[in-house]
């Protein structure tokens, strides 16, 4: 049985993508994998500790005792702007204006 797995951490901004390829322990977790990789002192303003995980494109609940699993790719979230639903609403209640004003 192999002692460590190869797994990518992967962080981006609109203007800068990171990823990052790393060799850790079989065993080690979504959680502990963003902290071996040092995004923390790359991006300061990154909480590794408390920021979003997820695993290609599925977050994950509980990224603190997710164990990896050879391949994988940790995803590190960003906080969210605006929530995605007041943008919907938002985007819906000006359609809707937009019509009935186009009515009169």
């Known amino acids: 049985m192999a002692e460590s797995i190869a797994v990518e951490v992967v962080y981006a901004w609109p203007d800068q993508q990171v990823l990052l390829k790393l060799v850790v322990p079989v065993g080690t977790s979504a959680r502990e994998a963003v ?13 590794v500790r408390r920021c979003p995980l997820g695993i290609f494109g ?17 995803e590190v979230y960003r906080p969210l702007i ?3 639903k007041e943008i919907r609403k938002r985007r819906a209640a000006s359609a809707v204006g937009a019509r009935q004003s186009g009515r009169g």
């Open 35 to 47: 902290e071996r990789s040092a995004l923390g002192a790359d991006f300061p303003e990154l909480d």
């Open 58 to 74: 599925k977050a994950l609940s509980a990224p603190d005792s997710r164990i990896l699993e050879d391949g994988e790719r940790v």
């Open 82 to 84: 605006a929530d995605p």
